[in-house]
């Protein structure tokens, strides 16, 4: 993931505490210890925050007000043409439905809740590995 010397994340989900959770995981994980992590509460948000800003990450979670995560997902791809940016969809929505939807729309992994840290940085150091290893932010 290119970038600058200091991974930038952008965290979506319109449960503060999941964010928290989100964050908290993101920031045990080498890769993303000195990460610049900016959070938002729905998709809409997210989606003004990916037009203003470069990010080499994105959580997002799928069931949001205003823009939930699969359209939030789309429109990156779609309006702003960005293919590039890792985009994680998280949810409560574990199907195998729901997860084709999920790649379908443009998302780099789907990670069914429950919420686990574990399957999170799981998830990420295989799209990392899968990247040739290189650090986030480089």
Not at 51 to 76: C, F, Q, T
Not at 78 to 85: H, K, N, Q, V
Request: net charge negative; no cysteine.
């Amino acid at each position: 993931m290119p970038g600058s010397s200091q991974p930038r994340v952008l965290v979506v989900d319109d449960s503060t505490v999941v964010r928290r959770i989100l964050v908290l995981t993101l920031l045990q994980m080498p890769a993303f210890r000195q990460a610049q992590i900016d959070e938002a509460g729905n998709g809409a948000i997210a989606l003004a925050r990916l037009k203003a800003n470069r990010y080499d990450l994105v959580l997002s979670d799928v069931r949001m007000p205003y823009v939930d995560g699969l359209e939030l997902v789309r429109r990156v791809r779609t309006e702003l043409g960005d293919t590039r940016t890792p985009i994680f969809l998280i949810s409560t929505l574990g199907s195998e439905d729901d997860v084709r939807r999920g790649l379908d729309a443009g998302a780099t992994a789907y990670v069914a809740k429950p919420l686990s840290p574990h399957h999170i940085q799981q998830a990420i150091e295989q799209y990392l590995s899968e990247q040739g290893g290189a650090d986030p932010g480089e």
